[in-house]
């Protein structure tokens, strides 16, 4: 077996030691256009900061231990530059000029996505740059090394804001400009809030629904005209608007490629052609939850990938199930993270579900050092499935989003997450995880006990269809800050002073975080009142109203 593999770092590194573990046999032929493999391009932005202090450490693995351990014959500095499926031959490109055909028996493309470098008047202009692989983290190095005190980085995506952390981090004054209405477009709108709020009290300026649209040189550095007119300085620009698979050589070679581009496969990872698989960046999957064809790019689904379609080229039937999205940031000590759908992509899909936030701390309340942190949950409104999940906060998101994800995977029913049973001390979680909290809000609204209504449903209302806006906290944090026209009346009492309460007008309930808001709407229901809580009380409404 002749297995010939393009592209060495996520998938491709992945898919030629998982052919070596499977096939001592096999001549495997690793080709990569830049100097290096297996880098890791996650911690480039981490080296731009100073936090990954050694360049090397960037470094997975090395060619020379490719060769040694997995005797694997890499050859760096090699472009692909035709695949002939008739001949089954890669036509070859190295650096120094040298072409020549390489025959396969099998052949798995892993060429990965090139960040989109938008056709705008400047956008060669020194300075100016996107990152993907080491020789861009050194060019931007050597412009960091000349001095850079202001920076633009265009894009607010997951690259985009460890970006401007590490930026800031080393003291460089970070303008952020983003084309959509909001940073992390991934995530609904809401759940980014905080991560706004810890970029700004870093002094992140950040403009969102704001494009760049021309660059030029200037005495101080550089100039970014953006679509407003607004001009912004500075003498480094980072581009970080998306990816683009790189499937120039699948297109010429008469491979299937999906309409934004990826390379099509089946579950095999096996595009048109049965003899060449492909994988990573470069590809379309299928949405695991919402089963249409998407394009992730992400390191866990390209690694992965390369496994299963090296198991597929020696003859082990192993399926790819599909990608769900599973994705982290963490931003200045704060997390994001999400897996699934987001309810953005649900209405516009016009799939029916249903979402709940709780707001719980990472571990219990009382042992020292717990931290807040949101979740929003999102299931089918029928049987309870799972649809996908948000966090946000600081310690523990990352854990439930995990959990979270397996759920999914598992095709889990909120109901499941009532049950399931977690690891619990005090300085790890609670009695009551938020993943087991998460499973009872849902769960609780399903079986009825338990209605709710969420923020944008609330401030819809028109004034005749206005419901008495109940807050059930304590006069102090009715004080700190309440939703408009809201009446209090403390929790604790509720049940003394129902004759306050307009007798046929409904009622919307809410505390600072839906718990108190729960009982205060069981407590009405119980008596014939037609009451809701709001979902996730007063700090989802934050979420939605930052401002008041
Ligand atoms: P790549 O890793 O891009 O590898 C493709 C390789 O193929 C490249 O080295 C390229 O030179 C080579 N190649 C292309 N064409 C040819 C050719 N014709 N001939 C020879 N060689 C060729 N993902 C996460 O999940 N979490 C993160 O935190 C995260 N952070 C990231 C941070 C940055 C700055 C970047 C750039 C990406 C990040 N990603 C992250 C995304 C992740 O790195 C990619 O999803 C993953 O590397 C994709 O793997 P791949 O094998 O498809 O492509």
């Known amino acids: 077996m002749k297995l010939v593999i393009i592209g060495g770092v996520a998938g491709g590194a992945s898919a030629a030691a998982r052919a070596r573990r499977l096939s001592e046999a096999a001549e495997i032929i690793l080709v990569e ?14 080296y731009l900061g100073g936090v ?9 693995t090395t060619p020379e231990r490719l060769r040694t351990r ?37 052949l798995i493309s892993a060429p990965g996505a090139a960040p989109i470098r938008p056709p705008l008047a400047g956008v060669d202009l020194p300075g100016i740059f996107t990152l993907r692989n080491l020789h861009d983290v050194d060019q931007i190095q050597t412009r960091l090394h000349a001095g850079v005190r202001q920076a633009v980085v265009v894009g607010a995506g997951f690259i985009g804001l460890e970006l401007v952390e590490n930026l800031v981090h080393r003291g460089i004054s970070t303008t952020l400009v983003e084309l959509a209405d909001q940073v992390l477009p991934p995530l609904d709108p809401e759940m980014t809030t905080p991560i706004v709020e810890t970029l700004k009290s870093h002094g992140v300026e950040i403009l969102t629904g704001e494009a760049a649209a021309a660059f030029r040189a200037t005495a101080e550095g550089l100039a970014v005209q953006l679509k407003s007119g607004r001009e912004l300085t500075g003498q480094l620009v980072v581009l970080g608007v998306g990816v683009r698979p790189e499937n120039a050589l ?69 399926k790819y199930r599909g990608t769900q999205g599973t994705a982290v ?26 979402a709940v936030y709780i707001h719980p701390t990472d571990h219990a309340g009382y042992y020292p050092g717990a931290e807040q942190m949101t979740l929003k949950v999102l299931f089918d409104p029928e049987t309870g499935r799972l649809l996908g999940a948000q966090g946000v906060g600081g310690a523990g998101v990352d854990k439930r989003i995990d959990v979270l994800a397996i759920a999914l995977q598992a095709r889990l029913t909120v109901f499941d997450l009532e049950e399931v049973e977690l690891a619990y001390a005090p300085q790890y979680g609670s009695a009551k995880d938020p ?31 206005r419901p008495l806006v109940l807050d059930v906290r304590t006069p102090e944090e009715f004080a700190a800050g309440h939703i408009p026209h809201a009446m209090n009346v403390p929790i604790d009492e509720l049940r003394l002073r129902l004759a306050e309460l307009p007798a046929d007008r409904p009622i919307v309930a809410y505390c600072q975080v839906g718990q108190r808001g729960y009982l205060a709407t069981r407590i009405l229901r119980q008596l014939g009142k037609d009451a809701v809580n709001l979902s996730g009380g007063y700090r989802t409404y934050r979420l939605w109203q930052p401002n008041g």
Not at 33 to 46: E, I, M, Q, T, W
Not at 52 to 60: G, N
Not at 80 to 87: Q, S
Request: charged share 25%.
């Open 33 to 46: 256009r830049g100097p290096d493999v297996s880098f890791a391009n996650c911690g480039l932005p981490y």
């Open 52 to 60: 990954i202090a050694e360049r090397a450490k960037l470094l997975v």
């Open 70 to 106: 997995f005797r694997i014959d890499v050859r760096t500095q090699s472009t692909a530059v035709r695949i002939e499926p008739a001949n089954k031959t890669v036509r070859i490109r190295e650096t120094g000029g040298r072409e020549y055909d390489q025959p396969y028996d099998k």
């Open 250 to 318: 699948a297109v010429e070679a008469g491979l299937e490629v999906g309409a934004r581009g990826g390379i099509k496969v089946n579950e095999f990872l096996q595009t048109s052609d049965p003899d060449i698989f492909a994988v990573g960046d470069a590809i379309e999957t299928t949405d695991f939850v919402l089963g249409g064809p998407t394009q992730v790019p992400l390191a866990g689904p390209a690694n992965r990938q390369g496994r299963i379609a090296a198991d597929n080229v020696f003859g082990r039937a192993s």
């Open 329 to 354: 940031l963490g931003v200045f000590g704060r997390t994001a993270a999400m897996t699934g759908a987001s309810a953005k992509t649900l209405r516009r899909l016009e799939r029916p579900f249903h």
């Open 435 to 465: 993943i087991n909290m998460a499973g009872f809000v849902a769960a609780g609204w399903l079986r009825g006990d338990h209605p709710q209504v969420d923020v944008p449903s609330l401030l819809a209302m028109s004034d005749d269809a």
